[in-house]
């Protein structure tokens, strides 16, 4: 990704940046096609959360700092030490030879006593030898040749050796890639039909990751490598697709490194807020990172979607493809949010035309499970403080309704039994009666009905909130007769899915708030309750404004162990229950300021992010009244002179705490295309406020 010249920084402290590192895109043949060998064996050293590791490399703490130095102050003091380093070369060595003579000659050593002309000469060499090395070593660090020699000697010695012809170096590349071997795994255990037929075939990165992991699976016993041969034998880079049959994402613009799940997202600034490590190096973000979940806030345009969402969205869409992740993306119908062709399952309420529909309880086990997330998911945050009172009378029905018919109420249904409808609630009684179960639910029934009518009745409220979705435009999608469209159901997080829900947020609000609420609360149950979390699930909402609530934001720290997490975007803190918010940054283990972001926001970002040690230097000018009777006559003729007191200077060093971003600094002084980025990995590491160039 080709970085910006400009390097901001907020302290207004002015700094010249070192020479940032190359970061290699991704590898390509002179033809222009994927290199796979010069690919999947790039160096990927070990680096902190948040670094993308294909072709880093770290910074040496020393060049770095000498790096800052600008040209002609370098290049003056490193003349200036050559030339006093030269007059002490040469009386230096003068002064060794005479004492080395005077030493000799006092001690009666023969050789330096009278030494001969071969044995002077070797002397002298030594002599020379020593002295220059002292030199070198003494006035070559304080001169910082070093550093003069790889900025400006280095690169001219390198235009003017013998240059290799063009053709030839690519040729010494292609010939170098082709001695690492991608699939020499595959070798070595047996698999050489296998390794033959895909080096004879075009291999992309997302083929080469799928095949690898079914690799990896088939070496857990050795009783799969024929199949494992066979298959790869049969179908060559085709093998083990998913189950779309899709090997590429179409349209895919950032770079990726699927080997480590890493998607590059910009690139860390040159400042000196941001850690040594990450300065001018590519920003990424991968399962490790995402698995704590994020929370990124900024106001409408900042492009929290287009350089965060999207890309995210992207990189799991892609490592599914790989066998490694599933996806669900939730976002408004216009979101930017990447194409259909992207997804296996797009969800769209309110739009005829949708395949697929929603099930509205998650296909659970339990029916009070799935009726209590109902239930949190229909309320509005005003009446939460009702929402024990509801997941009861919702439970109240769907339970007797569920051991009645072996399925769950649609809309209708549901909303004639919590309004009270006689006819309703007599077949409900009759179908438990033909059923058997008639004994079990009836005291439910029984308390459902003396509820009917009451002011206070929970029921009632529900199913005025169930009238916003019985809407001709939503017309079987939430059918559980099996009427209307295939409900696809949260219960199918452990398969590589990629599933995008399209919320109508311009023609049903309301009633996208609720589905909103709807589909997190069920993918935070459903990601825990995985028995296979082989796959990482990932969520990513566009606006989380409404999606959140008490269950959902305590479900988010269970994620971190069942690898799991999600990316949740808010326009401002104030669109939250103020008794949410706190709890909100507490859950997450990653979190994201964009410019723009109000004051108060700020303040919970600066709070988290806490404070650190820096140096503060401190001047003091007081007035000079040192010395007798002539210097005071001289400052009282200069200032006579001149206006000016004459003033002593002392400097004060000390170590203070400040924030590491205070609130107006978040809110004010954020360039434009950045964002401040603080990471945790689910192994615990954490990496401290970054500010990240996002305009890749």
Known sequence: MAQDGSHHQVDHTTTRPPTPLPHPRPATAPGGAFDLAAWATAPRPEAEPGVYRLGYRRIDPERAEAARVPTWPLLLRAALNAVVGWFAYLYGTQLFMYVLVWFGGQAGIGPLASPSEAEAMFTLLVANVLVLGVVIKVFGRMGRWPEVWRRYAAPLLSRTVTQVEPAEEDGAVVEAARGRDPWDGLRQGGAFEAAARLEAEAVGDVDYVRIQRAWESAQADPAFVPAFTEQVAARGAAAFAHPSEARELPGRVRRHDLLLGQVCLGVAQDVPKNPLNHRAADFALDPAVLGTSLLAVGPAGTGKTARLARPVAEALCLQALAGTACAVVVGAADADLGPDSWYDVVIAPGDQASVYGLDLYGAAQDPDEAAARLADALLPDELTARAENARTALQQVVGPFHAAYRRYPGVRELRALLGGEPDALAALVKALGTAGRLAAYERDLEYRERQRGRADDPGALLADRLGLLERPAFEGAFATDGTGRPPFAMRVLDHPLRVRVKLPERSHPEAARMLSRLVVGQFVQAAGAREDRSLFAGLVVD?????????????????????????????????????????????????????????WDGRLFSEAWGTHLVQETAVTHTPDTSGGVVRRAGRLGRKALSGTTAQTESVTTRDVERLRWSPSDLAHALPAGHAVVSLTAVSG????????????
Do not use: H, K, Y
Request: hydrophobic share 50%; glycine share 12%; proline share 9%.
């Open 543 to 599: 606006d989380a404004s409404a999606a959140l609530d008490s269950g959902t934001v305590r479900g988010l720290q269970r994620m971190r162990g069942a690898n799991a997490g999600a990316v949740l975007l808010l326009r401002t803190l104030v669109d939250l229950p103020e008794a949410l918010r706190a709890p909100l940054f507490g859950a997450v283990g990653c979190r994201v300021a964009f410019p723009g972001i109000a004051p």
């Open 685 to 696: 590491e954490q990496v401290p406020p970054l500010l990240v160039d996002l305009r890749g």
